[in-house]
């Protein structure tokens, strides 16, 4: 049973575009939603993070937004540039274990 | 200054081997985790201990032994290594403080059963 539904599994973007990538989770318990970055050859690292009492998130470039109504959430990324390229994860927490459940990644590509 | 160390980067091996993987922080936090990342990059929690108390332990083989001796160390031990556990092995650490969940991740042990 897979928790955490992250899509597409791969994406092409040209420099300058908007990137977005999706998440939906089903357990309502959920109530940490980070966003990791990994590029290849190193290990993930947190982008951003948001909780469900807001909607929105942004810093800099990366903006996450939430529904927890639809138990979704999307990272977006603006004026998305090659050094953006590298394979993100959504994730999602809740509990008193501190325990991740990631989705399958999205491998981003941003053409120059 | 290396936030969370994982040593070796790299172990090819035979089938059938015993290895371990060991992996240290420095960042003082209370609880330690280790990953595996399959070929498809996907991310799954193997264990998870806190003050060297086991909290999470998922379905893996028992061939799998973490071993914490202190909070800044966790240790990974593989007895009898098959082909589908080559892989990428990765350990986190977070603080277990209240609202504070993020994970900081280590730099992976890329590990070949051939």
């Known amino acids: 049973q897979q928790q955490v539904k992250q899509s597409p599994q791969s994406l092409i973007v040209q420099k300058g575009g908007i990137s977005i990538i999706n998440c939906a989770y089903e357990?309502?318990?959920?109530?940490?939603f980070p966003w990791y970055q990994q590029f290849p050859g190193k290990g993930p690292a947190l982008l951003i993070a948001i909780r469900p009492d807001v909607s929105e998130k942004k810093e800099g470039r990366f903006t996450i937004s939430f529904n927890k109504s639809a138990k979704q959430f999307s990272l977006h990324i603006m004026d998305s540039q090659p050094g953006d390229s590298a394979t993100y994860f959504c994730a999602a927490s809740g509990g008193s274990n501190y325990k991740l459940t990631f989705g399958k990644g999205t491998l981003l590509t941003v053409n120059p | 200054d290396t936030a969370v160390s994982q040593t070796p980067k790299y172990l090819v091996t035979q089938m059938g081997n015993d290895k371990s993987i060991k992996c240290e922080q420095n960042?003082?936090?209370?609880?330690m985790y280790w990953y595996k990342q399959d070929s498809k990059k996907f991310l799954k929690i193997m264990f998870s201990y806190n003050n060297k108390e086991l909290i999470i332990n998922e379905t893996v083989p028992n061939r799998f032994s973490p071993k914490s001796p202190d909070k800044a160390h966790l240790n990974l031990h593989i007895n009898s290594l098959e082909l589908g556990d080559s892989a990428v092995y990765f350990c986190?650490?977070?603080?277990?403080?209240?609202?504070?969940?993020?994970?900081?991740f280590g730099p992976g042990t890329r590990l070949l059963v051939l």
């Open positions: 357990n309502t318990a959920f109530d940490y």
């Open positions: 986190a650490s977070s603080p277990q403080e209240r609202g504070v969940q993020t994970q900081y």
């Open positions: 960042l003082g936090h209370d609880t």
